[in-house]
């Protein structure tokens, strides 16, 4: 859920002016799960733009605030989201952590990286939300480690009904900074697309599964 439409419109410019967000509807991508996309979203080079990237971290800090208050840590999920967590920990002063896909196979083993007491709350941040199925089990590892999870912060989502249908039987909070509406608003007010464009954008978020087959 976004919670400003400046912000989220502002993010989706951003993200397309440095081609973190590619859209190509008539020569659409092919994901690794065999999907067509019309879409190609690679946040991690807002990392490379330090303008951008200070507006995300401090987007997220004052939405954070504003939502759940000062939580105890900032988690990260491994790994497009480690970089941008620690940029919004540091900015509002708290402990950061942050989450593997999986434990490791050796050492101590852990999935949890960083000290964390158990029993504390903690706010996670991701780069992208897809169907959601990574950043829950980042989620559920927290928990495992005894954290109370207040919710999850992104930069962008495509808002997929099969993502929102997750994040709520998981009961667990999702707020982005932007997401695939507000990216085609911006795109068409900027020329990137055309009507017909934004059209078959649409369509894809409807059944992306089947989209361009």
């Known amino acids: 859920m976004v919670q400003n439409k400046n912000a989220a419109l502002k993010t989706a410019e951003s993200l397309l002016q440095i081609k973190a967000i590619k859209l190509q509807p008539e020569n659409p991508f092919t994901w690794a799960s065999g999907w067509k996309s019309p879409i190609y979203c690679d946040n991690r080079l807002t990392l490379s733009h330090p303008e951008i990237r200070t507006y995300l971290k401090t987007q997220f800090s004052q939405q954070i605030d504003r939502i759940y208050g000062k939580p105890d840590y900032i988690a990260g999920v491994a790994t497009g989201a480690i970089a941008i967590g620690a940029l919004v920990a540091d900015y509002m002063g708290i ?13 101590r083993k852990n999935q ?7 029993g504390s709350n903690v706010v996670v941040i991701e780069d ?26 992104a930069i962008f989502t495509y808002d997929f009904p099969l993502a929102l249908k997750n994040f709520e039987e998981a009961n667990i909070q999702l707020h982005t900074l932007s997401d695939y509406h507000h990216l085609l608003e911006q795109a068409l007010q900027s020329g990137s697309i055309s009507l017909s464009e934004k059209q078959l954008l649409s369509e894809w978020r409807t059944d992306p599964s089947v989209w361009g087959r």
């Open 128 to 153: 992208l939300i897809s169907t959601g199925g990574s950043s829950l089990k980042a989620v559920t590892a927290l928990k495992e480690a005894g954290a109370d999870v207040l919710g999850m912060m």
């Open 112 to 118: 949890v990286e960083g000290y964390f007491k158990p």
């Open 95 to 107: 402990p950061f952590i942050y989450v593997r896909d999986k434990a490791k196979g050796h050492g």
